[in-house]
T-cell receptor
Framework: SQQGEEDPQALSIQEGENATMNCSYK?????LQWYRQNSGRGLVHLIL?????REKHSGRLRVTLDTSKKSSSLLITASRAADTASYFC????????????FGRGTSLIVHP | ETGVTQTPRHLVMGMTNKKSLKCEQH?????MYWYKQSAKKPLELMFV???????ENNSVPSRFSPECPNSSHLFLHLHTLQPEDSALYLC??????????????FGQGTRLTVV
């Protein structure tokens, strides 16, 4: 069964607004990664946050990790139409498999 | 370009055909993966090769047969597929160090249609 589960499944916003997506997982992790997928293409890695980190930034992306709640969030600030894509979280289990497992993703639509 | 190349990009095959998907990575990674992505389903892990040995076979039907001849190449051999096998097949690679995974790099995928 998949480890990460994204929420919401779909998100529709206007350009310039912020977009927040959440990821929940079930067991202890070494790290958590966020990926983006444009329609029908491969996934592209966005950011990796380790289990001992609480927050990480990359450009307009901000990722938080709360290991006590087994959850992470991805915030995209000042969204653009080009941010329209599906976003996935992937987890690597601690003390176990390193294999990244994915959820269903959040489909983000940013209207110009 | 991510350094992971998949061919072909699109494939239409009949249920009695035999075909192969190819994946090549130029990143020097030591792990390669096949994922299946169907509409409205999670990305399903199919096979994992680490240091050219298969380490994961996620209850995949035998009509899918992987092959990893070296650390840079991964194949998925297909035979007698069913229409429900139509999906986007994604290859990925990563560098695994001390069981800690680094970022995975994905190919653009092969869109497979079984008729």
């Amino acid at each position: 069964s998949q480890q990460g589960e994204e929420d919401p499944q779909a998100l529709s916003i206007q350009e310039g607004e912020n977009a927040t997506m959440n990821c929940s997982y079930k067991t202890s992790i070494n790290n958590l990664q966020w990926y983006r997928q444009n329609s029908g293409r491969g996934l592209v890695h966005l950011i990796l946050i380790r289990s001992n980190e609480r927050e990480k930034h990359s450009g307009r992306l901000r990722v938080t990790l709360d290991t006590s709640k087994k959850s992470s969030s991805l915030l995209i600030t000042a969204s653009r139409a080009a941010d329209t894509a599906s976003y996935f979280c992937a987890t690597a289990l601690s003390g176990g498999s390193y294999i990244p497992t994915f959820g269903r993703g959040t489909s983000l639509i940013v209207h110009p | 370009e991510t350094g992971v190349t998949q061919t072909p990009r699109h494939l239409v095959m009949g249920m009695t055909n035999k075909k192969s998907l190819k994946c090549e990575q130029h990143l020097g990674h030591n792990a390669m993966y096949w994922y299946k992505q169907s509409a409205k389903k999670p990305l399903e892990l199919m096979f994992v090769y680490s240091l050219e040995e298969r380490v994961e076979n996620n209850s995949v039907p035998s009509r899918f047969s992987p092959e990893c001849p070296n650390s840079s190449h991964l194949f998925l051999h297909l035979h007698t597929l069913q229409p429900e096998d139509s999906a986007l097949y994604l290859c990925a690679s990563s560098q695994v160090i001390d069981r800690e995974n680094t970022e995975a790099f994905f190919g653009q995928g092969t869109r497979l249609t079984v008729v």
